[in-house]
């Protein structure tokens, strides 16, 4: 059989053999191939999506494991976060009302390096912020730097507004905002703090100063609530001081006007108030005349105050007595210059008269029985001629004459020619009253043993007892009549300094204040007012202390005694009850 037969023999045995097993209609095996085949390729699809599902979840979690382990990124211009949280401590008054304290806030800031459009961004903001500077917000936005703040503090409704925007590259940071709740009720006491929480004036400055600011500068405060800070004022007494200031101030057109309330046995500051004042809210709205503290930071020409010291001085000597009198009838002339009495009564003066009628002759030949040498000691010593130590970083040094000469003595003996604060003449005057103890001012409250243990004596008792009989007597009889309060037994001493006005003393414009003590038997509280520059439908000239700065010690008297626990006495050895029905 040839090769190609047996391949024909074969093939025939093939086909009969496929075509015996396999019965015409039998449909089924071949589409069971195929559908196996399908389920497999499903089965391999649903596969590869959960892989890649689960590829891509197992990355976005260790990401977020890897940012949440990784360190904050620090940036040149700005502080750490815990920086920015750092808490102040509360500053409270004497009676636990709330001066200061921290609320939460949020500030925007931009990173420029993400800044899609910067003049669509600038234009969003303008919507919620319409007082933005387009010019110098755009310019942030183009820097090349990878942060800028672009507004501090922003308010709540502020920040939903942005968030809303939904601008790319712009932020919030928490940070700490200081309140004010009392507003300008006590500004240049309480000071107010930077737009990075840091105090720049008054107490708020001393508290950085006492170790806060140097902790905060080398990442050492935290966000942890800190101990309050309680201090010497008594916010009743400070609003009603402030308020006798601000209506004076109005009444008489001055440029100025401030007082305060002193605790003379322990030297604490019940109140103090410098008007001109600001709100420490929005400090920047005050810096034009607001910012200056003229009770501890302004030095002025007490006029007659001073006589007080230097009739104090004179007792305090041993040469002169309540009993010895002086020749007030002729002017002192003196280098060119003629020194006379306001209100001369030309005839001999009993020290009380002097002090009374306000002589300037009659205390000018008191301070020459001391002597120029004993005049500037007496005034060293009772702390009016160096720096007042107190807590307030606002403290100015008193000016005085570079060489003490004849006619500088018998000036600054009725208050010209030494400029010095009003506290420093309200501390002087409360030495004068409580024993003769001087003691340094403090905001912060103080034990009577404290004080005591700070206290320099520095006249002798029997010469604050006179002066105390003094000061009773100038209100009952002299120019201090208008600051009497029935009840409360107020004594004191006018001051009306004429002003220096292009380098001479002009009688048109008067620096006014008034120095008392009450109950002036047993004094408690010095209060001393000022006013400077009053004017009257008379004229300058003729608005005095004691028709200005007078009157504002007794409505301060009369509304704050009662705060401050003292009992009113009534008939003449105080023994008389006022009943009311």
């Known amino acids: 059989m040839s090769f190609l037969s047996r391949i024909m023999v074969v093939k025939s045995k093939a086909h009969f053999s496929a075509g015996g097993n396999n019965h015409p209609g039998d449909l089924s095996i071949p589409f069971q191939g195929t559908r196996k ?15 890649s599902f689960a590829a891509v979840y197992c990355v976005i979690g260790g990401r977020l494991v890897q940012y949440g382990l990784a360190k904050p990124d620090t940036v040149s211009s700005i502080g750490r976060a815990d920086n920015l949280m750092a808490s102040r401590p509360d500053i409270l008054d004497r009676n636990g009302e709330i001066l200061a304290t921290d609320i939460r806030t949020v500030s925007l800031y931009a990173e420029p390096h993400k800044i899609v459009d910067a003049d669509e961004a600038v234009e969003q903001l303008s919507t919620v912020l319409p007082n933005l500077n387009v010019a110098e917000i755009y310019n942030k936005l183009k820097s090349k730097s990878r942060f800028q703040w672009l507004r501090r503090q922003l308010t709540p409704k502020q920040q939903s507004e942005i968030l809303a925007l939904g601008i790319p590259g712009i932020g919030f940071r928490p940070e700490k905002r200081r309140f004010y709740p009392g507003g300008a009720t006590a500004s240049h006491i309480v000071g107010h703090v930077n737009v990075d929480n840091r105090g720049i004036a ?23 609530k800190l101990e309050p800070v309680k201090l010497s004022i008594d916010l009743r007494v400070q609003n009603i001081l402030r308020d006798v200031v601000v209506d004076a101030m109005g009444k008489f057109k001055s440029l100025a006007a401030g007082g305060v309330v002193m605790d003379v046995k322990t030297g604490e500051i019940l109140a103090m108030v410098s008007y001109p004042d600001y709100d420490p809210n929005k400090p920047a709205d005050g810096a034009k005349e607001g910012w200056m503290n003229r009770m501890s930071n302004g030095t002025f020409e007490m006029g007659s105050t001073f006589k007080s010291f230097t009739t104090a001085m004179a007792l305090d000597s041993g040469k002169v007595t309540l009993k010895d009198s002086f020749d007030a009838r002729f002017p002192i002339r003196i280098g060119g210059f003629t020194i006379k009495d306001f209100h001369g009564k030309h005839r001999v003066l009993t020290v009380p008269e002097i002090f009374q009628y306000s002589s300037n002759i009659g205390t000018a030949k008191m301070a020459d029985i001391v002597g120029i040498a004993g005049h500037k000691e007496f005034l060293t010593r009772i702390g009016l001629l160096s720096k007042m130590q107190t807590e307030l970083p606002e403290v100015k040094t008193p000016s005085q004459p570079r060489e003490w000469k ?83 037994n107020v004594g004191g001493k006018t001051g009306t300094a004429d002003k220096v006005v292009n380098g001479r003393y002009s009688n048109a414009a008067n620096f006014n204040a008034f120095l008392a003590g ?15 520059e009053p004017k009257t439908d008379k004229g300058n000239g003729a608005a005095l202390a004691g028709n200005t700065a007078a009157p504002m ?25 006022l009943v009311s029905y």
Request: proline residues 5%; aromatic residues 6%.
């Open 37 to 51: 085949k399908s389920s497999n390729q499903a089965r391999s699809r649903v596969a590869i999506v959960i892989v």
């Open 202 to 224: 008054g107490m708020e400055r001393w508290i950085d100063n006492q170790g806060l600011a140097d902790l905060a500068a080398i990442g050492m405060t935290s966000d942890a």
């Open 406 to 488: 004849k006619i500088n003595s018998i000036t600054i003996s009725f208050g010209h020619g030494v400029s010095t604060t009003p506290l420093q003449t309200a501390v002087a005057g409360a030495a004068l009253l409580n024993g003769g103890h001087l003691i340094e001012p403090t905001f912060l409250p103080r034990t009577a043993q404290e004080a005591e243990a700070a206290s320099t004596t520095v006249i002798k008792k029997s010469t604050s007892d006179d002066m105390r009989f003094l000061f009773r007597w100038n209100a009952v009889n002299g120019s201090g009549k208008n600051a009497r309060v029935p009840g409360y």
């Open 518 to 532: 009450f109950p002036i038997d047993d004094p408690r509280y010095v209060v001393l007012t000022f006013i400077d």
């Open 553 to 577: 010690v007794r409505d301060i008297i009369s509304r704050s005694a009662p705060l401050l626990g003292v009992e009113p006495k009534f008939g003449e050895d105080g023994s008389a009850l």
